[in-house]
């Protein structure tokens, strides 16, 4: 445990002392601010809708269909192909910790800093509704506000543990952020040409939160949507560490 924790500490690190990290959280943070703004000032223009009272729960679709999983696919690019690259992760080994508890530490890292940016993204999104004029979240109960993020938390860490497994067979950063992309893209468009795709991909689940807002969606469908993101990131974090632990670094 005292490898794993000192392990936890030195990725947390690295993340916060890698530029291009900061870069990304910085340009991030700043979207939600610069869409609330143009909606209020397209406004008067357009005749559109001002900055919506739920403007936390709507801005969620895009945190979790394109920005926090490019988030996670430069960060696992760096965690795994770079750093067998680099040679950094043989350095790594070398200390008193075991390859699972490096390849742990790696990955509830990732985890937290997905944690981290969904906790700013929605205090910058909520604050927009105080900055611009809307004092509450839109008929939403704090609560159900925190569910939503909840859930959006459980399915970018299980896709996180996709993309990490797939990690696995590169030694290119760059490789493997080509691949990624095409092949996220790809399993967001299959749904629309195989009907019940969706069901079974771990991909298709990005906008999961949208059930735990709805009043028709049962406890059982809740439940089963749960046991199956778990399953899938239990499985994947498995399959990545079976390959983890082979390779030569």
């Not at 993020?149 to 990690?167: E, G, I, K, T, W």
């Not at 468009?189 to 059930?211: E, N, R």
Request: glycine residues 6%; aromatic residues 14%; proline residues 3%.
């Amino acid at each position: 445990m005292d490898g794993l924790s000192a392990g936890l500490r030195n990725e947390l690190q690295l993340m916060l002392y890698r530029k291009k990290t900061m870069v990304f959280l910085a340009v991030t943070l700043l979207i939600p601010l610069l869409l609330a703004a143009l909606f209020r000032a397209l406004h008067p223009v357009l005749g559109l809708a001002a900055v919506s009272s739920s403007y936390p729960v709507q801005m969620l679709e895009i945190y979790t269909l394109f920005l926090i999983p490019l988030f996670m696919l430069l960060e696992i690019a760096d965690l795994f192909p770079q750093e067998i690259s680099s040679r950094t992760l043989k350095l790594a080994l070398l200390r008193p910790i075991t390859r699972f508890g490096a390849y742990m530490a790696k990955f509830l890292a990732l985890g937290i800093s997905v944690g981290i940016l969904l906790i700013l993204l929605g205090t910058v999104s909520a604050l927009c509704n105080l900055g611009l004029g809307m004092a509450d979240t839109g008929g939403l109960p704090f609560f159900n506000l925190i569910k939503a993020y909840s859930a959006a938390f459980l399915s970018m860490v299980a896709l996180a543990a996709l993309f990490v497994c797939v990690a696995q067979f590169f030694r290119s950063a760059a490789g493997f952020m080509v691949f990624s992309i095409l092949i996220y893209a790809g399993v967001k468009a299959v749904p629309y040409f195989v009907k019940g795709f969706s069901y079974f991909s771990i991909a298709s689940y990005t906008d999961w939160y949208v059930l735990w807002l709805s009043h028709s969606a049962s406890a059982a469908r809740l439940a089963t949507g749960s046991v199956f993101l778990l399953s899938g990131m239990v499985l994947f974090l498995a399959l990545g560490f079976l390959l983890f632990d082979r390779r030569e670094v």
